[in-house]
């Protein structure tokens, strides 16, 4: 039975009608539906926090998927995975992937961000400060994008930009 039937959520229900109601009125194709079914079954596995589930949906849904812009929110979720997990090269391998098919992702650029911005205090802990300056300097790039394509959002991130003299 497809995860969509048996979430128990109130939330997790109310998304599975309407999207279901939008699959019929929507004109698309069968492969376009049955790739939302797994994309929408990969968000539920992830919000429990079932990564390997998620990642299998997800994976169908990228084979089913045609549409770039589509592409990139499945590709965006496979890389908030792999953040959670830790596995930080194969996130940012993600990120630049939904980025390649969407540039206005300004949560891939955060996360980008946050990682390089993670691993920079990394290199501080091993005395590397040379190594940190560039992990800084590259997560202050992406948080500039981040912040002009949602301004007014990532405001910690934009007062560490000017704190750090890094805003332009």
């Given amino acids: ?3 969509s039937r048996i979430n128990g959520n109130f939330i997790d229900k109310t998304f599975s009608i309407v999207a279901n109601i939008l699959l019929r009125i929507i ?15 990969g968000m539920s596995a992830q919000s429990e926090g079932n990564y390997a589930e998620a990642l299998q949906n997800y994976y169908e849904a990228m084979r089913l998927e045609i549409d770039p812009y589509d592409r990139s929110y499945i590709l965006y979720n496979i890389g908030l995975i ?13 990120y630049f992937r939904a980025l390649e098919r969407n540039p206005f992702l300004p949560q891939a650029f955060n996360n980008m961000a946050v990682i390089c911005h993670y691993r920079g205090e ?3 802990r091993q005395g590397d400060s040379e190594i940190a300056e560039a992990w800084f300097d590259q997560a202050a790039e992406y948080w500039k994008q981040a912040i002009a394509l949602t301004p007014g959002n990532y405001i ?13």
């Fill in 1 to 3: 039975m497809p995860r």
């Fill in 27 to 41: 004109p698309t194709t069968s492969g376009e539906k049955e790739a939302f079914t797994y994309y929408r079954d």
């Fill in 82 to 94: 792999h953040t959670s997990n830790g596995e930080h090269t194969k996130a940012l391998e993600y």
């Fill in 122 to 124: 990394q290199a501080i």
């Fill in 156 to 168: 910690e991130a934009h007062n560490w930009l000017k704190i750090t003299r890094r805003f332009e």
